[in-house]
C-alpha cells in the first residue's frame, strides 16, 4: 500500500533527496535531468548590480563564493549553515529551493497525505511534533528551504524556463498547493535566482535551532540581516524558516526594531513581535519560544557585529 | 542445521531471540531446498526489528535523617507493544539498602510492534527514576548526593566509586549554575548489572601446525570477543595476540554464551584458562624435548615443536571463598531471588555469581536557555567489572555504552501515529541518534578489584557502562535548572515545558 506522489515527472539537479525518496517508493514518476546549459552553474555580476547565480551551482559553492559573502552575507551563512559537507557539495541552489518537504507522514511511502495528491493532512490529527505554528495551509509541514529564507530576505527573483524575474515570495506561493512546495507549474523549472543590488554595511547572521550541534532539519531556523546608523536599526529584514508553510517574514518584528537603538530592550520587543499572530497546533507551540530565542540571539550578534566593526 | 554468524555489527539490542521473519525463513528454506535471505530496509528495521520498550514509572521516596532509605516505592508501567514480561521497578531490588521496597511492574499491552532486549533491559529507566530520586532527596536534605548514596549502598566496590567520583574536581567545584542564558550543572548517577555467567560453556584449544587455535560458539557482536580471547591466550602462552586464531561465529563449534547479560567475558576467559592449563599439560607430557632452560618464550618452543592436539576446557566454578560469602545478588532479593537463581541455573545453565558489576558517573552539562539545547560537555564513567581483559576494548565499550545511552537521555525515540500506530521516526533524520559533535570527552575510571573469585578476574561491563547515564545527564539538568526532566529524550521542546515549570513537553 506505497502511497507515491502523482506519477508527475520531476527534474532532477543534485539529487541529494530525490534519489532517497525514489528508494522509498515516495517519488516514482519519470525524471527529467537538467539540461548544463539551462541553468548553467556559476555566480556573475550584474551590469546594474546585484548577482546572477545559476540554479546548478552548488550550495557549497554559494557559500564560499567571495562575492556572496561580501555581498549577501545572510546567504552565504544560511548556504553553509544547512545539512551536512557531503550534501551541500552535491546539492544545487535550485534543488534546495524547490526541494519537498520533510514531514514523516509525507516521506513514509505506507501513509497518503495531501502533499502526494492524496486526501487530508493526517499529521494535522496525528503527530505534529515538528509541525507549523504559523497554520496557514492545510498541510502543516514546514517549508523546508533553508536558502529560500535568506533569499526572501534579499528580495530575490528567480528565472525559470518560463518565466523571468518572479519575486521569490511569489514563486513560493502560499504552501496551498499540492504536491509541491512552491507555486511554480509541474513543468517549470527554476534556472537562475536573480539577487538585487547589495544594501552597503550589512550585517547579517543565520542560525537553526535544534536539539543536536549539527546536521539536524531545524526546529525553527532565522536568517537576519541589518544596517545600522549611529547605533541604530536603519534596515533590517528578519524570515523565519520551519514555522510556516513558505519561509516567514516576520514584517512585526521587523517594523518593531526599525529606527529602535539596538538594546536588549528593542531584541527583546522584536522578539515579542515575532510570533504575533501564531496560530500552533497544540504540539508545536514550543517553535513559538525557540523563534522568539532565535530573534533575540541573531539581532544581538548582528547589533555585536556591528559594535566591534 | 547449522548456524553461521561469524561476523555481528553492533548486536546491542533487539537480536536476543530469533524473530519472525528469521524463523519464516528458515522454514521457507527447509521447504523449498533453497537459500532464503533476510534484510530488513530501514524503514523496517527502525519500525519492527525491536526497540527498547518504553514504560512510565512512578516513584515513591523516604529517606530517614541520616541519609538512608526508609522506604521505596516504584511501580513501573511498560510499553512493549504486544510482547510482555518487562522488567524494570523489580531491578531496584538489587541496589541500596531499605526498611522496605514496593517494587511493581505492570506490562500495558497493545497492538504496536513488539520491544525487545535492549543494552541493559530495563536498566537504564530504572536508574532514571531512582538515580534521580536520590538526588531529589539529597538535594532537599542538604546532603552531597554521591555520600548519600555511599551511607544507604553496601557494596564495596561502588562505595570506591562514589569516592573517585567526589573526589573529582568537576564535582568538589560545582557550585551555582548562574543566571545567564547559559547554565551549567553537575550530575552523578549509580548504576549496577548482575554478573552472569554461562555454566555450560566450552572452549576448544588446539596446537595446529605449531599455532595456538581457539575455537567455540561464541559471537562477536562487534564488541571484540574475538580480541578477548586473543589476548587472554596471548597472556597465558606468552605469545602474541596476532599469533593466535580464533574461529567462533559457528554452531558446529563447542558451546559457547549468548551474547546478552553482559555474560561473555565471564563465561569464556574461564574456560579459556581451564582448556589452556589442559592444553599445558598435555603438551608438556606428549613433547619429546623441553625448550631450552632460559628461553624468554618457552611456549613459543613447547608448541612450534608440539605435535597436532586439541582439548577442551569448561566453566568451573567461582571460588566460595570471597568478601561476599558466595551470595549472588539475587540472594539480597530474597527467597523469590533465590528461586530465581536457582531455575536460571537448572533451565538455562546461567549462573548468577556474588559481586555486582558497578558504575557511577558524573556528567557537566551546559544549557543555552534561549534555544533550549543541552550540551553535555564533560564527562567521568567510573566502572567496577574487575581485571580488564583486554584494556582498550573495555574503554570502547565503557565509552560506547555512555553515548548510546547519551542517546537515549537527549535524542533517540520512537514516534508514532497516535491513530494508526504507524511508526515515523523510520530513516535517521527523524529517528535522532549523537553525532560526533554532541560527544564530550568522556574519562573512564576502572576499578579494577572485587571479582578476584572468578577465574581471570573480569566480569561484563557492556550493559553496566549503559544504566546510569541518562539519570546523571537529568540530575546534570536539575542542577543547572533547579527543575527536574522527568521524560526522556530531554528535547529542546520538553525543556522549554520544563523551564516553564510543566513536567510535559510537546506532547
Known amino acids: 500500500m506505497e502511497h507515491a506522489s502523482r506519477d508527475v515527472p520531476e527534474f532532477r539537479a543534485g539529487a541529494t533527496d530525490l534519489s532517497e525518496r525514489r528508494r522509498s517508493g515516495v517519488s516514482r514518476g519519470a525524471v527529467l535531468d537538467i539540461d548544463p546549459a539551462a541553468a548553467p552553474a556559476g555566480v556573475s555580476a550584474l551590469a546594474a548590480g546585484g548577482l546572477r547565480i545559476g540554479a546548478l551551482t552548488t550550495v557549497a559553492t554559494v557559500a564560499a563564493d567571495t562575492a556572496i559573502a561580501r555581498d549577501y552575507p545572510a546567504l552565504a551563512a544560511a548556504a553553509g549553515g544547512l545539512a551536512t559537507p557531503q550534501i551541500r557539495r552535491a546539492a544545487t541552489l535550485g534543488g534546495a529551493i524547490a526541494q519537498r518537504n520533510r514531514c514523516w507522514y509525507f516521506r513514509n511511502p505506507d501513509i497518503a497525505c495531501l502533499k502526494k495528491g492524496g486526501e487530508g493532512c493526517p499529521a494535522r490529527e496525528g503527530n505534529a511534533l515538528y509541525a507549523v505554528a504559523f497554520d496557514t495551509a492545510p498541510c502543516v509541514a514546514p517549508h523546508p528551504s533553508t536558502l529560500a529564507a535568506a533569499l526572501i530576505a534579499y528580495d530575490a527573483r528567480l528565472d525559470t524556463n518560463q518565466r523571468r524575474n518572479v519575486p521569490m515570495v511569489e514563486a513560493l506561493g502560499d504552501g496551498r498547493a499540492a504536491s509541491r512546495e512552491t507555486a511554480l507549474a509541474s513543468d517549470e523549472m527554476i534556472a537562475a535566482v536573480v539577487l538585487p543590488p547589495p544594501t552597503p554595511g550589512e550585517r547579517a547572521a543565520y542560525k537553526r535551532a535544534i536539539g543536536r550541534a549539527h546536521s539536524e532539519w531545524p526546529l525553527v531556523e532565522l536568517v537576519v540581516a541589518a544596517t545600522f546608523e549611529a547605533g541604530v536599526f536603519a534596515w533590517v529584514r528578519l524570515v523565519a524558516g520551519g514555522v510556516a508553510p513558505v519561509p516567514l517574514r516576520l514584517h512585526g518584528a521587523e517594523a518593531v526594531a526599525l529606527g529602535k537603538p539596538a538594546s536588549t530592550e528593542t531584541f527583546l520587543a522584536a522578539a515579542a513581535a515575532s510570533v504575533e499572530g501564531a496560530n500552533p497546533l497544540p504540539q508545536s507551540r514550543y517553535k513559538l519560544d525557540l523563534l522568539q530565542g532565535l530573534v533575540r540571539d541573531l539581532l544581538e550578534t548582528v547589533a555585536e557585529q556591528n559594535r566591534s566593526g | ?507
Open chain 2, 1 to 507: 542445521m547449522r548456524v553461521l554468524a561469524e561476523h555481528v555489527g553492533g548486536g546491542f539490542g533487539s537480536k536476543g531471540a530469533l524473530g519472525m521473519e528469521t524463523i519464516a525463513a528458515v522454514e521457507l528454506a527447509k521447504a523449498s531446498c533453497a537459500p532464503v535471505r533476510v534484510a530488513y530496509s530501514r524503514h523496517e528495521e527502525l519500525s519492527v526489528a525491536g526497540y527498547r520498550p518504553a514504560v512510565e514509572l512512578k516513584l515513591a521516596l523516604l529517606p530517614s535523617r541520616d541519609g538512608g532509605i526508609r522506604a521505596l516505592s516504584l511501580t513501573a508501567y511498560s510499553d512493549a507493544g504486544v510482547a510482555a514480561n518487562n522488567t524494570v521497578a523489580g531491578l531496584a531490588r538489587l541496589i541500596y539498602t531499605a526498611q522496605a521496597k514496593e517494587l511493581v511492574d505492570y506490562d500495558v499491552l497493545n497492538d504496536l510492534p513488539p520491544g525487545s532486549p535492549f543494552r541493559g533491559p530495563g536498566g537504564p529507566p530504572m536508574a532514571f527514576a531512582l538515580e534521580q530520586g536520590i538526588d531529589e532527596a539529597a538535594q532537599r536534605l542538604g546532603i552531597d548526593p554521591l555520600a548519600m548514596r555511599k551511607r544507604m549502598d553496601n557494596n564495596p566496590a561502588r562505595a570506591r566509586l562514589y569516592d573517585w567520583a567526589m573526589g573529582l574536581d568537576v564535582w568538589k567545584t560545582r557550585g551555582a549554575p548562574g543566571e545567564g542564558r547559559y547554565r551549567r550543572g553537575v550530575g552523578a548517577a549509580a548504576g549496577y548489572w548482575l554478573y552472569l555467567w554461562q555454566a555450560d560453556t566450552k572452549a576448544e584449544l588446539a596446537v595446529k601446525d605449531g599455532r595456538l587455535v581457539a575455537r567455540l560458539a561464541v559471537q562477536d557482536i562487534g564488541t571484540g570477543t574475538r580480541t578477548v580471547i586473543a589476548e587472554t591466550l596471548a597472556r597465558e602462552f606468552g605469545l602474541d595476540a596476532s599469533d593466535i586464531e580464533v574461529q567462533l561465529g559457528d554452531s558446529r563449534l563447542p558451546l559457547g554464551p549468548g551474547s546478552g547479560g553482559s555474560r561473555v567475558t565471564a563465561s569464556i576467559v574461564p574456560a579459556l584458562l581451564d582448556a589452556s592449563n589442559k592444553l599445558k599439560a598435555r603438551v608438556q607430557a606428549a613433547a619429546r624435548q623441553a625448550p631450552a632452560p632460559g628461553s624468554n618464550a618457552p611456549w613459543r618452543e613447547w608448541l612450534a615443536a608440539s605435535l597436532d592436539l586439541s582439548v577442551t576446557g569448561g566453566r568451573p566454578e567461582d571460588d566460595k571463598r570471597n568478601i561476599y560469602g558466595n551470595a549472588s545478588l539475587l540472594h539480597e532479593a530474597g527467597i523469590v531471588g533465590r528461586i530465581f537463581g536457582w531455575m536460571l541455573r537448572r533451565s538455562q545453565k546461567m549462573s548468577v555469581g556474588a559481586g555486582a558489576p558497578s558504575s557511577v558517573q558524573v556528567v557537566e552539562v551546559e544549557v543555552d536557555t534561549w534555544l533550549a539545547r543541552v550540551r553535555v560537555l564533560r564527562a567521568w564513567s567510573g566502572i567496577s567489572v574487575g581485571k580488564l581483559a583486554s584494556a582498550p576494548l573495555a574503554r570502547n565499550q565503557a565509552a560506547g555504552a555512555f553515548i548510546q545511552s547519551l542517546g537515549h537521555a537527549l535524542y533517540e525515540a520512537r514516534e508514532f501515529d497516535p491513530r494508526t500506530g504507524h511508526v515515523l521516526s523510520v530513516n535517521l533524520d527523524d529517528y535522532r541518534v549523537p553525532g560526533i559533535a554532541d560527544m564530550p570527552p568522556i574519562e573512564v575510571h576502572f576499578d579494577e578489584s572485587g571479582f578476584d573469585h572468578v577465574p581471570g578476574g573480569s566480569v561484563g561491563i557492556g550493559e553496566v557502562a549503559a544504566v546510569p547515564t541518562p539519570a546523571a545527564v537529568a540530575n546534570a539538568i536539575r542542577d543547572a535548572l533547579g527543575v527536574r526532566p522527568q521524560e526522556i529524550p530531554i528535547r529542546p521542546d520538553r525543556l522549554l515545558a520544563l523551564m516553564k515549570g510543566s513536567a510535559h513537553g510537546a506532547r
